[in-house]
């Protein structure tokens, strides 16, 4: 199995700093990159078969796919200023253009595509906005590409977990196709940490311990969720984002909560 923590390396010569595939992963669904693009750099790619679902992490940029232009768009100059952020979806089988406007941290997430849907802008104001938890468990959450909007297969969210605070907690997991009950769903966790010298913690394991691994996660890291539980913990004083991308066999988030902690629901 591959490392399960993936860190972020030098931008290549497209920017890239994290590169997964699901080669690299060793699993069959979920793609994952994030570029760093200086104003004026330009990065153009090919979909392939894969959907694709831009993220603007920071930045401004101009996106091109055939006669689609998205001109300029993105507002978040911060990830911890905790907007939601401009998004592109783009089908399998394209080719396209992202043009930094501004300095750019881009987030690249792949599915597999079966060209049922033509490139549209994801704007702030259709993204849902929720709050999840309560006391020392309460998060904030953007649905990005939720199961509720056109897609293939990718599913894209986004949390911010308060420092000192627990996310995707009670454990869960979504490793069964086994519907109505739970989806099998590949995750990619891409976090970012404020102040950037902090670190936090994620823990994915199965009910045998099978698998069972505790990472320190610091600023920037990549954690790959092929199965299990996988809880995170925030450090005293240090903020938590995360991105997750999600994909599996049928597009659906069901997932199921640890029997040893379900009391957690009920607090």
């Not at 049928?250 to 379900?262: C, I, L, S, V």
């Amino acid at each position: 199995m591959a490392s399960l923590l993936v860190r972020p390396t030098a931008p290549d010569t497209q920017g890239a700093v994290i590169n997964v595939t699901p080669e690299s992963a060793g699993w069959t669904h979920v793609g994952f990159r994030v570029h760093t693009l200086a104003k004026g750099q330009r990065l153009e790619a090919s979909s392939n078969d894969q959907e694709v679902c831009l993220v603007l992490l920071t930045g401004r940029a101009t996106v091109t796919c055939g006669e689609h232009c998205f001109e300029d768009i993105g507002q978040r100059m911060d990830i911890f200023e905790q907007i939601p952020p401009y998004a592109v979806y783009l089908p399998d089988h394209v080719s396209y253009a992202v043009e930094a406007t501004t300095d750019l941290e881009l987030a690249v997430c792949v599915a597999p595509g079966q060209g049922n849907h033509a490139p549209r802008l994801i704007a702030p104001d259709s993204i849902k906005q929720s709050t999840r938890g309560q006391g020392t468990n309460t998060r904030h959450v953007h649905d990005i590409l939720p199961e509720t909007e056109p897609a293939d297969s990718l599913l894209v969210v986004e949390v911010f977990t308060p420092a000192g605070n627990w996310s995707s907690y009670p454990p869960h997991k979504h490793d069964v196709d086994n519907l109505p009950h739970e989806t099998l769903l590949e995750e990619t966790y891409y976090h970012r940490i404020n102040p950037e010298q902090g670190f936090a913690f994620q823990r994915v394991y199965t009910d045998d311990r099978s698998l069972d691994e505790t990472m320190a996660v610091e600023n920037g890291c990549c954690v790959l969720v092929p199965k299990g539980y996988h809880p995170v913990g925030a450090a005293h004083g240090y903020s938590l984002y995360y991105l997750n991308v999600m994909a599996g066999p049928k597009r659906a988030w069901k997932f199921h909560n640890d029997p040893d902690h379900e009391w957690l629901m009920n607090v």
